[in-house]
């Protein structure tokens, strides 16, 4: 913290890093749940558009199973009960040699026995405890998937086969046999292989009882352990609920996407068949696109992180190589040393800065300049004013010297005019105003009054010239403080270095 506090191109490699890292995270992240979703959605719809073109599929091969059928219990020969067996069994031979994916038929009674069959069908005898007879007794079309080895066996096919069974009425209406049809599941599973989506993405159709009648979920012949076999039952019950929806399940360490949809009736005649379709896409083939665009964008980031580092790096060394450069001269012009060079590098804020500083120590150089200058004048005109103090002090000491002496004469002036008048006030009244007296008196008198005046102005011009006096002594010391202060300035000045 005391790095960030001190150091500024840390706090702006770290604030532009962290600024650059955040908006990348947050672009990322936005990126790729919009991303994400707009994939799912793809996912979810391109793999709902492929469960249900797999199911018509399937529907249009029963359809065609059921049409046939449909046909063969119109036949008039089927439906006469008076008709011989030969009659019927040739009518099911040539009608199944036309039926390429017909295995066999057989046509038996409301009990369960066996009336006649195709090629070794005829000679099964009663199929009343089979599951697929006990789904044939009713008045509409089933079907019914046969992959248990032994029913296979008793049946003699060597691989699975769909049971397609109808009703035969007579003329009146009423039941009185079961036409079955042993068909293979070929056109099926062409049908389903043929649905592809992405790479291994792929169709199938299951029963409720889990038995795949034609694809696969997962890869084929996989060896299933207990728990997978019970899951894939359970997706399996739900295929066949009747109810479209969306799984996901995990077999052998992979996960996949399956949606999947109930097989309905081809028409409002037929039973409805207890099979489900569905398609199943492995999860990481589903979101490899998203995950590939993660990875593009954590790369990116990755790029930009740096780069932006590098560039905050660089932005910061451009801000901060100027600021110290000019710290390290307004150090300098703060020491007193205005040497310096004081670099522009650029015209923003710092190059302004820089000119302003540099216009500072332009100005402090002709300031302190001119003060020197200045100090020296102000020291050769306070010694001058030292000196003509000096001067005017020693001149006025005179004028005092001279001023004393004057005083001294009319006080002795004074003594002897003082000394004449005692005598004259000794002589008789009336030779006082005899002629030589009188003017002795007169002149006395003119004496006395001009003593008077001198006196008068000798005091005023010790008055001035003591205030002169004190007023030298006084300009004099203003002028040696005022000498000092300038020998102190011219000092400060010293102290700088232009």
């Not at 405890?129 to 007794?137: P, V």
């Not at 056109?187 to 790479?199: F, L, N, P, Q």
């Not at 034609?214 to 890869?219: K, S």
């Amino acid at each position: 913290m005391r790095i960030f506090g001190k150091d500024l191109r840390a706090r702006i490699i770290v604030f532009m890093t962290g600024l650059a890292l955040l908006s990348l995270v947050v672009s990322s992240t936005i990126s790729y749940l919009l991303i994400d979703h707009v994939v799912r959605s793809n996912i979810d719809e391109t793999m709902v558009e492929s469960a249900e073109m797999t199911r018509n599929l399937v529907e249009v091969a029963l359809e065609r199973r059921v049409s046939r059928m449909k046909l063969l219990s119109s036949f008039p020969i089927l439906r006469d009960p008076d008709a011989s067996i030969e009659s019927k069994k040739s009518t099911l031979e040539l009608f199944i040699s036309d039926w390429t994916i017909g295995e066999g038929l057989l046509i038996a009674d409301t009990a369960g026995k066996v009336i006649c069959g195709s090629g070794n069908l005829g000679a099964i005898g009663n199929i009343s405890g089979t599951e697929w007879f006990s789904l044939a007794q009713t008045a509409h079309v089933t079907f019914t998937y046969i992959s248990a080895e032994s029913e296979l066996l008793s049946l003699s096919f060597k691989h699975p086969v769909i049971t397609a069974s109808t009703p035969v009425r007579d003329s009146r209406g009423q039941i009185f046999a079961y036409v079955i049809a042993f068909t293979t599941v070929d056109d099926i599973t062409k049908a389903i292989e043929g649905v592809r989506i992405s790479d291994s993405g792929h169709a199938f159709l299951i029963a409720s009882d889990s038995v795949f009648i034609a694809g696969y979920l997962g890869r084929a012949r996989m060896s299933l352990s207990r728990e997978e076999k019970s899951k894939l039952t359970e997706l399996a019950q739900r295929i066949s609920s009747g109810r479209p929806g969306k799984d996901t399940i995990r077999l052998k360490g992979k996960t996949y996407l399956v949606s999947h949809t109930p097989i309905s009736k081809p028409s409002a005649s037929i039973s409805e068949a207890d099979w489900g379709v569905g398609v199943a896409v492995p999860e990481g083939e589903a979101y490899a696109a998203p995950r590939k665009i993660l990875s593009i964008l954590i790369f990116l980031t990755l790029v930009i992180l740096v780069v932006a580092t590098i560039t905050s790096i660089f932005l910061g060394r451009s801000i901060t190589t100027p600021i110290k450069e000019l710290a390290l001269v307004a150090e300098a012009l703060g020491s007193g040393d205005l040497t310096p060079e004081v670099k522009i590098r650029t015209h923003d804020q710092i190059g302004t800065l820089a000119a302003s500083m540099l216009r500072m120590r332009d100005f402090l150089r002709v300031a302190l300049s001119e003060t020197s200058y200045a100090c020296e004048e102000i020291s050769a005109l306070a010694e001058e004013q030292i000196s003509a103090t000096r001067d005017l002090l020693k001149e006025t000491e005179e004028v005092v010297d001279s001023l004393l002496v004057l005083i001294r004469n009319i006080e002795e002036q004074e003594r002897e005019i003082s000394g004449l008048k005692e005598r004259l006030s000794k002589i008789p009244p009336e030779l006082l105003e005899t002629s030589p007296y009188a003017e002795q008196r007169e002149l006395l008198s003119k004496e006395e009054m001009l003593i008077d005046i001198c006196s008068s102005k000798a005091a005023q011009i010790a008055t001035a010239s003591q205030e002169q006096r004190l007023a030298s002594r006084e300009i004099a010391s203003a002028a040696r403080k005022l000498s000092k202060m300038a020998s102190d300035l011219k000092g400060m000045v010293k102290r700088f270095k232009l």
